[in-house]
């Protein structure tokens, strides 16, 4: 079983849609947890970041951790084309980082 | 702020020849990371470092080697490049349990 699991997609909705983003993950020891956007022949961007359990919101993304169920959300609202990318989700035990293997989102203007 | 730099942005290589990914970054950054990217595999870990003048081994680390001599660089040498090693490599540091990523080297061994 893999440390992280990941729908790669891809995903394809219309513009001004909700979109949510999800990940599994098996080891309890995680702490925090990311979410990056990575536009094609880019690097990974840090978009948002949580500290243990709960919601945290920034302008139109809000990641969620669930931390009793091994689950991790992030809600893009009100989706731009601007959004088109690769999301990846993270998570962290002391310095070692495991990676989903992204979700390729498409917003068709 | 230049964050995490890296060069070359592009390289291609002929199988047996060796070269060096370089890797800077400027937050005064402790831990730093090299990844490997390929299509549909997400990020590997090749090597790592806690800080300077020590590093360890990743996931996959066979074919390449590291060192760090002061806190801001990280360099990755590949030796005799196989076609394997044709991948995308990110160099990333770390602070607050969070990574920071540089733009990324895809390299191209024919």
């Known amino acids: 079983q893999k440390e992280v699991e990941q729908d790669p997609g891809p995903l394809s909705v219309p513009e001004g849609a909700i979109v949510s983003l999800n990940c599994t993950y098996s080891n309890s020891a995680f702490q925090y947890f990311m979410w990056y956007r990575q536009y094609s022949r880019k690097g990974p961007e840090l978009l948002m970041y949580?500290?243990?359990?709960g919601n945290k919101e920034d302008g139109r993304f809000t990641a969620q951790v669930d931390k009793s169920s091994k689950y991790i959300s992030l809600f893009i609202r009100d989706s731009q084309p601007s959004d088109s990318a690769t999301y990846l989700c993270a998570m962290s035990a002391g310095n070692q980082f495991y990676f989903g293997t992204g979700t390729s989102l498409t917003v068709i203007p | 702020n230049a964050g995490v730099t890296q060069t070359p942005k592009f390289r291609i290589l002929k199988i047996g020849q060796s070269m060096t990914l370089q890797c800077t970054q400027d937050?005064?950054?402790?831990?730093m990371y090299w990844y490997r990217q390929d299509p549909g595999m997400g990020l590997k870990l090749i090597y790592y470092s806690v800080g300077a003048g020590i590093t360890d081994k990743g996931e996959v680390p066979n074919g390449y080697n590291v060192s760090r001599s002061t806190t801001e660089d990280f360099p990755l040498r590949l030796e005799l490049a196989a076609p394997s090693q044709t991948s995308v490599y990110f160099c990333a540091s770390s602070a607050s349990g969070s990574l920071f990523f540089g733009s990324g080297t895809q390299l191209s061994v024919l």
């Open positions: 937050m005064n950054h402790n831990y």
């Open positions: 949580t500290y243990s359990s």
